[in-house]
């Protein structure tokens, strides 16, 4: 028995065929175009290969996530040309004629870390996933985080001293929320240059300061076992170090608990399983809805 | 059978002993005075009862509630002199023989509006009490949030405008938190009087902002399906709709839910149990318990 499991990214999407890590037959990626022509490129895909009983999305957003909705699997606000309301899972199972599953590209990669990765056993954890935007999903109790809708950590608003940073910020919603102020697109309007290739110690102090931010409102209104920081942007080699060190400050000793203690690099950590976390995820979203 | 539940707070005691709100026997409130006296108090009353079965506990934190801890349900860094490592549950067992359950404050409101009030239904919502202190709970996925420890909602880190409010917070550990900006102390601290006494437009609209970005962060993190707004602060009576105001301004139309249209009259709400939520929560609490 195989799964299909897609990352439906903004940018590119990512199908593979499998059950896990150990078993990924078949991986391909391609990059997002008109809904049309990316969704029937996934569905010629898992056709060709013939075997999947169930197909996992984990998909871009925000996405309408409600069971009892008319417009469940539709990806509702998004700024991206042409997506705006699209039905990704009801155009997928029409092709492929099997049970289509569909959560967010952060939630997918959360199960996916909870079931091979870095987030194993613990039933209350966040992926936050730092790149083009910034995402944040988990497990709260045991299960993936819903609710309205879904999380939208990005969106958080978080101090913002324009003395230091006088940026506006990038969301088109918000200005300067955490998107706005953090995402590796912040990063290139602010500093005009691509955060990859900037290693300007500027840059990556503030950046830092952002993201705990973010990550102390994540530990003070979750409380999470454990936080997995995915995606882009944090793969800087300096940054996870410089985050860990200003969560730590910020945090002020006011929770007790002994991973808040010491350096936290037990406390925040990478995805064990990497860029694929997203992907397998959606294989684990596939099995767990037959 | 009839349960027991204490409302532990910093400044006074509530204990009760019945089943439910149509069924309250008799309700005892007292200071908070040394911890020695007070659970000794609260021991006697329901000693003299002699009925209940088992006793719930909503106490004022940060507490430890992890099961396989050995400090669990002892207050942990509380400023409050006296209290700190202090185990209520331990000592009211021991003096009651009957088993005794223990969560935050804020959990246990959040589980009588479950039981009885505003979150009947629902399984993933907020109920946040704005008073002296500022503290946030609720459930996720049907049941209370916990995790490393529990939620810390006033702790968050939000926007602070200092050309608006040059005030540096109330917080000992953060400074301008939510807590430190927007709590009852917080007003008290900058504006010179009580907070219920003051009808100053500006106090009112400069803590529907700050409260507004707390609300805003528990929205794009934990996407509650309603918040419930408890607390002495929240009885103001132009508040709630200043802060409804500016949540759906903040928001900008991103998350796409039908209940957050319109003038979040029945996503934010006043607990229908009033202050005594948390009492009778914790008899909720004491009846999950045996």
């Known amino acids: 028995m195989s799964y299909g499991g897609i990352e439906a990214g903004g940018t590119k999407w990512v199908c593979a065929i499998g059950t896990g890590p150990g078993d990924l037959r078949e991986v391909v990626t391609f990059p997002t175009t ?45 700024p991206k040309p042409g997506w705006a309301s699209i039905d990704i899972a009801s155009a997928l199972r029409e092709a492929l004629q099997v049970p289509v599953a569909v959560d967010t590209d952060v939630n997918a990669a959360a199960l996916g870390e909870h079931r091979w990765g870095a987030a194993v056993g613990l039933d209350t954890f966040c992926y936050i996933t730092v790149g083009t935007g910034i995402g944040g999903g988990g497990m709260a109790n045991g299960r993936l985080m819903h609710g ?76 999470p076992q454990r936080i997995v920081l995915g995606g882009g942007v944090m793969k800087q080699p300096q940054l996870l170090s410089l985050v860990r060190a200003r969560v730590s400050s910020l945090l002020a000793g006011y929770i007790s608990a002994r991973e808040l203690d010491g350096d936290l690099s037990e406390y925040l950590v990478r995805p064990v399983l990497g860029d694929r976390a997203g992907v397998l995820g959606s294989l684990e979203l596939a099995r767990e809805s037959v």
């Open 34 to 78: 008109t809904p049309e022509e990316t969704i029937k490129r996934a569905g010629d895909f898992f056709t060709s290969d013939g075997s999947v009983a169930a197909v996992g999305i984990g998909s871009f957003g925000p996405i309408d996530l409600r069971p009892d909705s008319p417009t469940w699997g539709r990806i509702t606000t998004t």
């Open 148 to 223: 309205l809708q879904h999380p939208e950590f990005g969106h958080m608003r978080i101090p913002h001293d324009r003395e230091r940073d006088p940026f506006d910020g990038v969301c088109p919603y918000h200005g300067d929320c955490l998107e706005g102020l953090a995402s590796g697109e912040a990063i290139r309007a602010r500093w005009g240059s691509a955060a990859e290739d900037n290693s300007d110690e500027r840059v990556w102090s503030l950046e830092a300061e952002y993201l705990a931010l973010g990550l102390v409102n994540a530990i003070t209104m979750l409380s």
